[in-house]
T-cell receptor, first 117, second 117 residues
Framework: AQTVTQSQPEMSVQEAETVTLSCTYD???????LFWYKQPPSRQMILVIR??????QNATENRFSVNFQKAAKSFSLKISDSQLGDTAMYFC??????????????FGQGTELSVKP | DSGVTQTPKHLITATGQRVTLRCSPR?????VYWYQQSLDQGLQFLIQ???????AKGNILERFSAQQFPDLHSELNLSSLELGDSALYFC????????????????FGPGTRLTVT
């Protein structure tokens, strides 16, 4: 069974600085997807970024980028130029798709990020 | 706005009762997923439907059931409610693009907060 581990329950960063959130996962699969979701105080789950395991290039979405190390089964999220609106719980998630019909997300425990002014 | 709608937003009910949570996926999405978020269990996958058919089951209790209708909306039925069922219940959807390529990102609704007293 796949597992996802986020070893940092809480982190804080000063506004405009860079922060990296860690995530490791365990799987024997070769084809899978990884995601970072953000959950602000409103409790809405917001997709931040995705990475396909077969792609070597790290995904980037504006100020958000990942460091995907497939052999090490590591998937960290870097947030550059942190903004107060980045304050949220961040979840790392693993998914193995099947038959082009999607697949369940397996979530880590989350990292509570506070951006300080 | 993710395009996924859930009703009701809040639900307060007594132990032993039955409730129905409703979800409408994003336009064009064929897969609907249900997740439960609680303090002690974190984010847990419950069940997935694809185009009306059950596709995957997680740690869903026998007291819980779900279905997806021909118009692709879904309902999650929770019966014989216990205090421990109090949680935030999310619906998410995913599906192919208009070009037919499958995309696996899941977009979440705002959730239904269930309180069992």
């Amino acid at each position: 069974a796949q597992t996802v581990t986020q070893s940092q329950p809480e982190m804080s960063v000063q506004e405009a600085e860079t922060v990296t959130l860690s995530c490791t996962y365990d799987t024997s699969e070769n084809n899978y997807y990884l995601f970072w979701y953000k959950q602000p105080p409103s409790r809405q789950m917001i997709l931040v970024i995705r990475q396909e395991a077969y792609k070597q290039q790290n995904a980037t979405e504006n100020r958000f980028s990942v460091n995907f190390q497939k052999a090490a089964k590591s998937f960290s999220l870097k947030i550059s130029d942190s903004q107060l609106g980045d304050t949220a719980m961040y979840f790392c998630a693993f998914m193995k798709p099947y038959a082009n019909q999607g697949g369940k997300l397996i979530f880590g425990q989350g990292t509570e990020l506070s951006v300080k002014p | 706005d993710s395009g996924v709608t859930q009703t009701p937003k809040h639900l307060i009910t007594a132990t032993g009762q039955r409730v129905t949570l409703r979800c409408s996926p994003r336009s064009g999405d064929l897969s609907v997923y249900w997740y439960q978020q609680s303090l002690d269990q974190g984010l847990q996958f419950l069940i997935q439907y694809y185009n009306g058919e059950e596709r995957a089951k997680g740690n869903i209790l026998e007291r819980f059931s779900a279905q997806q209708f021909p118009d692709l909306h879904s309902e999650l039925n929770l019966s014989s409610l216990e205090l421990g069922d109090s949680a935030l219940y999310f619906c998410a959807s995913s599906g192919p693009t208009s070009g037919g390529a499958t995309r696996y990102e899941q977009y979440f609704g705002p959730g239904t907060r269930l309180t069992v007293t």
